[in-house]
């Protein structure tokens, strides 16, 4: 069974970072993309950022130029580096990734969630 393990969140104070990590595991064939959501109190679940195997990248706009999404192919591993955090991202981030695996079966797997508190 593949599963995403997600680590590196907790309480940070405006305007200080953290860093996100997501590792895919299990029988993977491929990996196609991989993505950070965020769901806030109230609010529906909402892409972030994704990385293609390739290394395009997208972001929502209000992360721009404070959130960078990378990644390690070699470890199944996206890491989400957040920057300049505000109260207002403050939610559960959620990994995600669209997997090929063995028998050329396609499977998009969703992390447990970790939630980042930016608060003073």
């Known amino acids: 069974q593949v599963q995403l393990v997600e680590s590196g969140g907790g309480l940070v104070q405006p305007g200080g970072s953290l860093r996100l990590s997501c590792a895919a595991s299990g029988s993977i064939f491929r990996i196609n993309a991989m993505g950070w959501y965020q769901q806030a109190p109230g609010k529906e679940r909402e892409l972030v950022a994704y990385?293609?195997?390739?290394?395009?990248?997208n972001y929502a706009d209000s992360v721009k130029g404070r959130f960078t999404i990378s990644r390690d192919n070699a470890k199944n591993t996206v890491y989400l580096q957040m920057n300049s955090l505000k109260p207002d991202d403050t939610a559960v981030y959620y990994c995600?990734?669209?997997?090929?695996?063995?028998?050329?079966?396609?499977?998009?797997?969703w992390g447990q969630g970790t939630l980042v508190t930016v608060s003073s």
């Open positions: 995600n990734a669209e997997l090929t695996v063995p028998g050329n079966r396609y499977l998009k797997v």
């Open positions: 990385i293609t195997s390739g290394g395009s990248t």
